[in-house]
């Protein structure tokens, strides 16, 4: 789940480690109104974001790590780099937008779940997801298109 907010990055295991002390310390909020594997969705997706954020707030450069080679896999280091690339502008881009559209934007767009679900885990009406995730489309397409400099 966090790989898939924040991608490959040399913190993803303290990130995991993190959601975990934020599940702990969140745990005793939890009224059994959900499922206990949304509860852990909704503190994982969190701890990315603030991840996001705060680099965001840093204003550092994301480093793209040198592709990897899989083993056994076939490796083609330009469609590597292609989807290193393609990672990084999607964090860059969620990392501008408001948390509650970042939010259900990486619910719904890079986790596959659907507005029902995604209004389970942010304790709001599915109308509401749907709006907000309307709105998050067109945030993240202004963001990337401003991140990659292409005039719309």
Known sequence: MLYRVVGHSPD???LVQESYIQLMRALKT????SRVTTFLHRVCVNVGLMHLRGKRRKKEE????SPEREAGEQHDPERAAQVKQAAALVQR??????EEKAQVF???ELLGLKPEEIAELVECPV???RSRLNRARVDFTEAVVKLKGVSP
């Open 106 to 108: 990486a619910y719904h």
């Open 12 to 14: 993803l295991e303290d």
């Open 30 to 33: 939890y009224r059994g109104d």
């Open 62 to 65: 994301l480093t793209e790590a």
């Open 127 to 129: 109308n509401t997801v």
């Open 93 to 98: 881009a969620l990392a501008t937008m408001s």
